[in-house]
């Protein structure tokens, strides 16, 4: 073990449990467990804070799948991607509209499901072989990168999200947005560790660290997987994942 593994187990250690209190406290207030009744203002302060607390729990969980993969380490599972799509769609709503993934987790009937995500201009479609089989590999690398594809979307979108999942062998992912596109010249940078495009259309600059189409890049690597970009500037941007099943 290098002395980077060993910052990546500090690292994780030491934040995990202090983050886990912030947000299981915020969440006891908001339930009112732990306090009389609360203020809008005071209500709209806890869930900003159970907000945040959730995104850098995600953020820990995204360096810990990351580096296991790196080690080639990979849980064995056999899974519907509709269903871990949803999974990480209601956790990209959740982290920024609070209750929103609570909703659409609630959600069973496929036409409510379409209804709702309709009302937030967003698509969800899956066909081909895994829409009746269940897909071999790690669930929890595949809801990750799911994840992190649709929060840059969420990110760069004008009004609409579009994932469709289809594949007879390889699992195929595409995710798209309609927002300001990549140009050319930097579609090739876009997987960069703390590579952040900004826009000079976009009144306000979305916020994060650059992490994510990296972590998906490298889990993609370790999973034998491929990705492409394709955008023009003006037109928006669609992401097409490929991954095999796992051969083990």
């Not at 203020?39 to 607390?53: D, G, P, V, Y």
């Not at 810990?64 to 849980?75: C, G, I, K, T």
């Not at 967003?122 to 809801?143: C, N, T, W």
């Not at 798209?176 to 940078?189: A, L, T």
Request: aromatic share 6%.
């Amino acid at each position: 073990m290098g002395p980077k593994d060993y910052l990546y187990d500090l690292f994780v250690h030491d934040l995990t449990g202090p983050l886990s209190v912030v947000s299981a406290t915020a969440d006891n207030l908001l339930r009112r467990l732990d306090c009389g009744t609360l203020t809008e203002a005071q209500k709209s302060s806890l869930e900003r804070i159970a907000r945040n607390a959730k995104k850098a729990q995600h953020l820990l969980k995204e360096i810990l799948d990351v580096a296991r993969s790196e080690e080639q380490l990979f849980q064995e599972d056999h899974f519907y991607p509709e269903r871990v799509a949803k999974e990480a769609l209601a956790n990209v709503m959740d982290l920024a509209t609070a209750g929103a993934g609570d909703t659409l987790e609630r959600l069973e009937d496929k036409e409510q499901v379409r209804s709702f995500l309709c009302e937030k201009g967003i698509s969800l479609e899956v066909s081909g072989r895994y829409a009746a089989s269940p897909f071999h590999h790690d669930r929890r690398k595949v809801q990750l990168i799911l994840q992190n594809l649709m929060s840059n979307a969420m990110k760069y979108r004008r009004q609409r999200m579009d994932i469709a999942i289809n594949g007879d062998n390889d699992l195929v992912i595409l995710v798209s947005d309609d927002g300001c596109g990549i140009p050319e010249g930097e579609q090739k940078v876009v997987y960069k560790r703390f590579m952040q495009l900004k826009h000079d259309d976009l009144q306000i600059q979305p916020q994060g660290l650059g992490l994510g189409l990296f972590c998906v890049k490298a889990l993609l690597d370790t999973m034998k997987g491929e990705i492409a970009v394709r955008s023009q500037t003006g037109c928006g941007t669609t992401f097409t994942v490929k991954i095999p099943p796992l051969t083990i």
